[in-house]
Nanobody
């Protein structure tokens, strides 16, 4: 099993940057593909970014492509989300998620694919 704990959220202004981190427990962290999702008030949770087990493959939602970067540190059991040029519409609770997989280059963008979830961290972007 994997336990995930997000951190790094906060209140920023439009155009600012923020770095989210997700710390994972478990010795087999490198066996998981990882992702970030977000849920804005009154909206469904949506996909943001994903990264493969190897870290070599990444995938982004169109709304964040070019502004957000997902990365993983297997030695540190962590996955990060660097968010630049933040917009008010990025305001949401951000969740990291993990999916056990044998595929080193596979990524997942559907919520139902993920087995483990963190509790979320709030990101608020003011205009």
């Amino acid at each position: 099993q994997v336990q995930l704990v997000e951190s790094g959220g906060g209140l920023v202004q439009a155009g600012d940057s923020l770095r989210l981190s997700c710390a994972a427990s478990g010795r087999t962290f490198s066996s998981y593909a990882l992702g970030w999702f977000r849920q804005a008030p009154g909206k469904e949770r949506e996909f943001v970014a994903a990264i493969s087990r190897s870290g070599g493959i990444t995938y982004y939602a169109d709304s964040v492509k070019g502004r957000f970067t997902i990365s993983r540190g297997n030695a540190k059991n962590s996955v990060n989300l660097q968010m630049n040029s933040l917009k008010p519409e990025d305001t949401a609770v951000y969740y990291c998620a993990a999916h056990y997989t044998l595929g080193s280059s596979t990524f997942y963008f559907k919520e139902a694919d993920y087995d483990y979830w963190g509790q979320g961290t709030q990101v608020t972007v003011s205009s």
